[in-house]
């Protein structure tokens, strides 16, 4: 009996004992959790900040962190509510020791991220001040922003605004935890993606699929649920997922993400009201409120989709379509902000984009007018790539009225204010000198062109070397530097030939200038620069080109002009063989896809005739490679 005691005696100390051990481990496993859960927001917080300041390589990484974190506190949580968390995390953490090294660290790594979130918010606050606007505003004639083309920096501004989210630092219960998790991951996924789209068009595909990631975790989540933050957050994540769609060139997804982020704003509107009517101080503004700001974010926020998706229309081609969204985006920001502020003046410049193409040019002239002559728009330096932008759009509108000597001051104008922009992306500077040369050129001005076509050059050879920088080291430029020009693969040999400093634009900018120099008698120096422009073609589009055909025949001209006969005889001759495979060669592709239709449309005298057409000079301008610039 003394023995069953003492037995007993023994296993009830034993069990004392594992109580006490199970209690302080669920003491500790509280602590840990609590601490990821805040070194997560912290995280997270923090990377946000180094997003603000353009360190999108270095948000990453914290948002990473972040994300490690909070599965680290999810899996805490996760062994609580089983009940003992000693035995499920034993093979993982088998002593206290860890355990408590694992929350020191924790800790620790509070304290140096929220020092360096002290630090990033200062420098965040002072870069705030200095960063260009972001203008919602269409692609300008003949630009490739909208696809993504230009610098991520120089697209960036002519979206809407999009800012990363940041975590509050919350005091949860632990089921309260259970369901912010998914929240707060759906929420650094998000800005995950957003810090992806802005680094470049090479991560929009990595940006698309995190913009996904965070609108499933968010749908997971227990405490997702019908309000009007939860719509707010699901259209404007929706809303980021279009414009990486946008970049990969998925229209079709763009439209389809930007349909469901206005149905959501809808919904927003119908929560927001219900709330308003139910709370019994509705009916009662208070002395700084007024009536418009209850609704101008819900409003503001539909806007953006529907002027997004005015834009994507545009890129189809359906310009109805994308005037239609871009007068009703006018019409809510005209009732949130009122008739005088620019991103109003921004929705009158998209639609008089949109007229423009339509053939409605002095519809178009007018709205374009109105942005450029709009007071903080004329006077603030941030503002300045937009009104280049829409200079540029004014002085071709200029063009397509005759008003030619306004075109020459519009365009001038729109050279000074480009050069004089923060961050200006050269590709769009060199688009708007070479324009303004050729306006000149039209008109009779060829030393005040040539003036242009050469500052063209000097822009162009700085992109071309920034091209072959990357190409060799494979090493990121400085932010408002990287590679402007996507290649397709075909082309990737190509480029490898060319010398330092040769591109496609800069082609283009030499035909120009030898166009001048034809103008102006100097055959000579009008060969060496179209014989420049061959090597160049040769080198990206194979000798068996079209505009490589056509170089042969104009450079023969001028060979006979400068007494040269034979060489003349020889550039036809070759002009004639190339354009014999191009003829031969569409012929056995026309008969591949048409098996009952014979190609002899290219019979033996079509050769002649084209050669004969070419002989009388009819330039390089009208091919599409000589027109990239």
């Known amino acids: 009996m003394a023995n069953f005691d003492d037995k007993k005696g023994v296993s009830s100390a034993s069990g004392a004992g594992s109580t006490d ?78 355990e408590a090294k694992l929350l020191e660290y924790a800790l620790e790594r509070c304290r140096v991220v929220q020092k360096e979130e002290q630090m990033l918010r200062k420098a965040a606050a002072a870069s705030a001040q200095q960063q260009p606007a972001c203008l919602d505003m269409y692609p300008r004639p003949g630009s490739s922003r909208a696809a993504g083309d230009d610098t991520p920096l120089e697209t960036a501004l002519f979206f809407s605004t999009a800012d990363p989210i940041e975590i509050p630092l919350r005091e949860d219960t632990i089921h309260q935890r259970g369901a912010n998790d998914a929240v707060d991951s759906s929420v650094t996924l998000r800005n995950m993606g957003l810090s992806h789209h802005l680094a470049g068009r090479i991560s929009a595909d990595k940006a698309s699929k995190l913009f996904d990631m965070s609108l499933q975790t968010y749908a997971s989540s227990s405490s997702s649920g019908s309000g009007t933050d939860d719509f707010m957050l699901l259209a404007e994540t929706l809303h980021l997922s279009a414009r990486s769609q946008i970049g990969l060139g998925n229209l079709r997804g763009a439209s389809d993400a930007l349909k469901r982020a206005l149905h959501l704003w809808r919904k927003a509107t119908i929560s927001e009201t219900v709330a308003s009517s139910a709370t019994p101080s509705s009916n009662s503004l208070d002395e700084t409120s007024s009536p418009s700001q209850v609704g101008t974010p819900l409003e503001l926020g539909a806007a953006d989709g529907l002027s997004l998706l005015g834009r994507v229309r545009f890129l189809a081609g359906d310009l109805e379509g994308s005037l239609k969204m871009a007068r009703e985006a006018l019409g809510l920001r005209r009732s949130a902000l009122g008739d005088h502020h620019v991103i109003v003046a921004a929705t009158l410049y998209n639609i008089g984009v949109a007229l423009r193409e339509l053939g409605r040019t002095d519809e178009a002239t007018e709205h374009v007018r109105w942005f450029v002559n709009h007071p903080e728009i004329s006077i603030e330096t941030k503002y300045r790539p937009h009104l280049a932008d829409a200079l540029h759009t004014l002085g071709l509108l200029c063009l397509e009225r005759t008003e030619t000597t306004a075109a020459v001051e519009i365009f001038t104008r729109c050279v000074e204010v480009r050069r004089g922009a923060h961050g200006t992306a050269q590709q769009s500077l060199v688009g708007d000198v070479l324009q303004l040369g050729r306006v000149l050129h039209d008109i009779g001005r060829y030393e005040d062109a040539m003036i242009q076509y050469r500052s063209a050059l000097v822009i162009e050879r700085g992109l071309a070397r920034q091209q072959k920088h990357y190409k060799d080291t494979q090493q990121p430029l400085p932010q408002g530097e990287e590679p402007l020009l996507q290649r397709e693969q075909n082309q990737e040999e190509g480029l490898a030939l060319l010398q330092p400093g040769e591109s496609e634009g800069l082609a283009a900018v030499l035909c120009s200038v030898a166009q001048v120099h034809q103008a102006l008698g100097e055959h000579s120096q009008a060969l060496l620069c179209y014989l420049d422009v061959l090597r160049i073609a040769c080198s990206l589009f194979g000798p068996d080109d079209k505009f490589v055909m056509s170089l042969l025949s104009t450079i023969g001209n001028l060979r006979l002009e400068t007494g040269d006969t034979r060489g003349a005889l020889e550039d036809f001759a070759e002009s004639e063989r190339i354009l014999r495979r191009v003829a031969h060669r569409a012929s056995e592709e026309g008969a591949r896809r048409r098996p009952q239709q014979e190609g002899s449309a290219d019979g033996d005298s079509g050769p002649v005739i084209v050669v004969l057409s070419l002989l009388q000079g009819t330039g390089v301008n009208f091919h599409l490679h000589a027109a990239a610039a």
């Open 21 to 98: 051990d199970e209690a302080a481990g669920r003491v500790a496993e509280t602590h840990r959790t609590e601490a990821h859960h805040t070194l997560a927001a912290r995280l997270n917080n923090a990377a946000a900040l180094r997003h603000r300041l353009g360190d999108y390589e270095g948000a990453l990484e914290l948002y990473q962190e972040s994300i490690h974190a909070r599965m680290e506190a999810i899996s805490c949580d996760g062994s609580l509510r089983a009940g003992s968390p000693r035995q499920q995390r034993q093979t993982s953490l088998p002593s206290s020791s860890n």
